[in-house]
């Protein structure tokens, strides 16, 4: 029997290769600009053939390891792809077909959040990196959030969060301190009622004591004498400190001279005055005789 590849070469089957070539249609190259396509199941089937050229070539770029110069030329591919891609999106709207636009897939970083890439020509989607490209040096970076920075609170914002739970108004509505401060409370009033008992019987005894004639007993006059001087304790206490804060008001830091001192001072200073004048009144009187000798008029 003859093999495979001497089959393939004879005569028969040549021919009816070139036969089957014959019967194929010519391959349709896309067209260039997506405004020629007049017909809405072509630039539906030529949108799907750019897909299936995005999607290999984004597989591709996967591999980290095919090099720098590499990654950016399938990148930048990519880019063009999406690019005319969005043309013909735009023509099948154009010719009443369904718009893809809303679909579109968003860009990711490298933790899978969703970037946005504005285009500065303000004409369709922005540069975009794909698989190992976006680890390049200098593309790293464009992923990188910048760090937050900590805006110092104003003393609006400050006031503003403060409510009445911040002042303790509603302390009582969360039933804690009720908790806490129920025994408490019943115990600081049972010590007060007791010594209010104690002291109205003292009282009481004193009373009685002093009506009968009877003298009462040391310890309960002590008690009931003990809250009648604090008072009396507490008033001295106070005049001795005002005499103290007015003796301290003034201190004299140079001796000062006594009455004796004061008249001779006056004296001194009386003695003066008229010597003064004295002096003043002989000098005019003088004045006046030595300008009548001299005819002198004023």
């Known amino acids: 029997m003859a093999r495979n590849e001497e089959k393939a070469q004879s005569m028969l089957n040549r021919f009816i290769t070139m036969k089957e070539e014959e019967k194929k249609k010519p391959k349709e ?7 020629e396509c007049r017909d ?35 990148n930048d591919e990519i880019n063009k792809l999406i690019r005319e891609k969005a043309h013909w999106e735009k023509r099948i709207v154009e010719l009443g077909g369904p718009n893809y636009t809303r679909y579109s897939a968003k860009m990711t970083d490298l ?6 890439v504005p285009n500065p020509g ?7 990196y794909f698989g190992a490209a976006k680890k390049l040096p200098g593309v790293r970076e464009l992923f990188e959030k910048p760090p937050e920075l900590r805006k110092r609170r104003t003393r609006y914002d400050i006031y503003k969060r403060i409510d009445a ?12 301190l009720e908790k806490l401060e129920g025994p408490a409370e019943e115990k600081m009033r049972a010590a007060a009622m007791a010594d209010w008992m ?5 009282k009481k005894e004193a009373r009685r004591a002093v009506k009968s004639g009877e003298v009462a007993e040391v310890g309960l006059a002590s008690k009931i004498l003990f809250e009648e001087e604090e008072d009396v304790v507490e008033e001295e206490r106070k005049e001795e400190r ?3 804060e007015k003796e301290k008001e003034f201190v004299a830091h140079v001796p000062l001279p006594d009455e004796k001192e004061i008249e001779k001072m006056v004296l001194e200073k ?27 008029q004023r």
């Open 29 to 35: 190259r896309r067209p260039y600009l997506a405004s």
């Open 40 to 74: 809405l199941a072509e630039a539906d089937k030529w949108r799907q053939q750019i897909m299936r050229e995005i999607g290999r070539k984004v597989a591709e770029i996967q591999n980290e390891g095919l090099g720098e110069h590499r990654l950016r030329d399938l």
């Open 111 to 116: 933790d899978g959040n969703i970037v946005d």
């Open 122 to 128: 303000g004409r369709g989607p922005g540069y975009r």
């Open 165 to 176: 739970s911040y002042y303790g108004y509603r302390d009582d509505e969360d039933g804690i």
């Open 198 to 202: 104690e002291m109205e019987e003292i």
């Open 242 to 244: 005002e005499k103290e």
């Open 270 to 296: 009386k003695k003066q005055e008229l010597l003064s004048k004295y002096t003043s009144e002989n000098l005019l009187e003088e004045q006046t005789e030595a300008k009548s000798m001299l005819n002198i």
